[in-house]
């Protein structure tokens, strides 16, 4: 079964992940990795076409027909995503 999902590209990424709230931009221990998290969106973009998020609260960077997880654990992140959408 294939789970619905939500694209953002970089404008509705920086509102989904307002300030990093999920914890993408972060060392292990969970303490912010960053100084400026507008770069940090810049980076991820470079990296990727576009974020996607998961009606299971998965966030995936896609390249292509590439996917690689930046998290599995991002607690109503999809709900938080189809806010950001409504709004555009």
Same mark, same amino acid.
């Not at 990093?20 to 292990?28: R, T």
């Given at each position: 079964?294939?789970?619905?999902?939500?694209?953002?590209?970089?404008?509705?990424?920086?509102?989904?992940?307002?300030?990093?709230?999920?914890?993408?931009?972060? #060392?292990? #221990?969970?303490?912010?990795?960053?100084? #400026?998290?507008?770069?940090?969106?810049?980076?991820?973009?470079?990296?990727?076409?576009?974020?996607?998020?998961?009606?299971? #609260?998965?966030?995936?960077?896609?390249?292509?027909?590439?996917?690689?997880?930046?998290?599995?654990?991002?607690?109503?992140?999809?709900?938080?995503?189809?806010?950001?959408?409504?709004?555009?």
């Amino acid at each position: 079964m294939k789970h619905k999902e939500i694209k953002l590209n970089k404008e509705q990424f920086k509102q989904f992940d307002e300030d990093d709230q999920f914890q993408l931009f972060c #060392d292990e #221990d969970g303490f912010p990795n960053f100084d #400026d998290f507008d770069e940090e969106v810049d980076k991820l973009f470079k990296k990727y076409d576009y974020i996607c998020v998961t009606e299971d #609260d998965c966030i995936f960077g896609v390249k292509g027909a590439t996917r690689e997880e930046l998290s599995d654990q991002a607690t109503e992140g999809y709900s938080i995503a189809i806010e950001v959408q409504e709004n555009q």
